[in-house]
């Protein structure tokens, strides 16, 4: 497949499973996540009359990818990271191929299970209604965080949201649930820029959200269910010192615009 050759991108693999058939694309985030993934993409099945599923895999050894379980389970396109870089290079490798292939939006879910796709039609009447940056919101009327951990439900009210909200402009109350959605003209902005080296780890997620607002798109939030397990370990990529330290050196980046063209 041929991409714009100003767009910086991950060496990834495509597996096409399925033809594109909706208009709307949503975008799984998955690593190593096993069953929790499993019992995702089933629970999903209801999501795919309604917006094309396509599996942004970091690299995965664990199995939980395997084509044949995904195209039995209504999965479009399977992409597999070969290259470097964490999340936000994921983010680049889904964009990337869902523009390329004519989606007129895209929501993004992690795989690991946490997150409630039933409310992926919410997204869908946003995207409908002309809104370019969509966030899922635990905080907002009709949202639901059920066992989050208090240190992180204290970050994401004290610190996070506040900060993106500072540096965008709009009133944010989730800014860490990766349950979003996004136009494809908003990406596709020359005043964005997400396909650049830069973005290799946190930093897009947290770009898109200050720029959408800050460039006058139209911004909401929709209510969503996020569900941490009762008991055991929190499904996380994001380590207790090491990773918590690099999301606050992003931040401050955001909020100081270095991630700007």
């Known amino acids: 497949m041929k991409f714009p050759d100003n767009w910086k991108l991950p060496t990834f693999d495509i597996v096409e499973l399925a033809p594109k058939r909706q208009k709307y694309a949503i975008c799984v985030f998955v690593l190593n996540e096993g069953d929790r993934f499993l019992q995702q993409i089933q629970?999903?099945?209801?999501?795919?009359?309604?917006c094309d599923i396509?599996?942004?895999d970091g690299g995965s050894n664990d199995g939980s990818t395997e084509p044949g379980f995904l195209e039995k389970n209504h999965v479009v396109t399977l992409l597999t990271k070969t290259g470097?870089?964490?999340?936000s290079a994921q983010m680049r490798m889904a964009f990337a191929y869902a523009l390329n292939n004519g989606y007129d939006g895209i929501i993004t879910v992690d795989g690991n299970n946490k997150d409630d796709t039933s409310a992926v039609p919410l997204f869908i009447s946003a995207?409908?209604?002309g809104f370019d940056h969509i966030q899922g919101s635990r905080f907002i009327h009709g949202g639901r965080a059920i066992n989050t951990p208090p240190l992180r439900w204290l970050a994401v009210r004290l610190i996070h949201a506040p900060?993106?909200?500072?540096?965008?402009?709009?009133?944010?109350?989730d800014t860490t649930n990766g349950f979003r959605a996004y136009s494809s003209k908003f990406l596709?902005?020359?005043?964005?820029?997400?396909?650049?080296?830069i973005f290799s780890a946190y930093e897009l997620?947290?770009?898109?959200a200050v720029r959408a607002a800050r460039l006058g798109y139209r911004v909401t939030e929709v209510p969503v269910i996020r569900r941490y397990p009762a008991r055991g370990k929190i499904p996380t990529k994001i380590s207790p010192v090491k990773g918590n330290l690099l999301i606050l050196k992003t931040l401050l980046n955001v909020l100081a615009g270095k991630y700007n063209p």
Not at 163 to 173: L, P, R, V
Not at 188 to 196: I, N, T
């Open 127 to 129: 995207l409908d209604s």
């Open 84 to 87: 470097a870089g964490k999340l």
């Open 163 to 173: 900060i993106i909200s500072h540096a965008s402009g709009f009133s944010y109350t």
């Open 188 to 197: 596709q902005d020359k005043r964005v820029l997400p396909f650049r080296d």
């Open 54 to 56: 396509l599996i942004a």
């Open 43 to 50: 629970k999903m099945n209801s999501v795919a009359s309604e």
């Open 205 to 208: 997620h947290y770009y898109l």
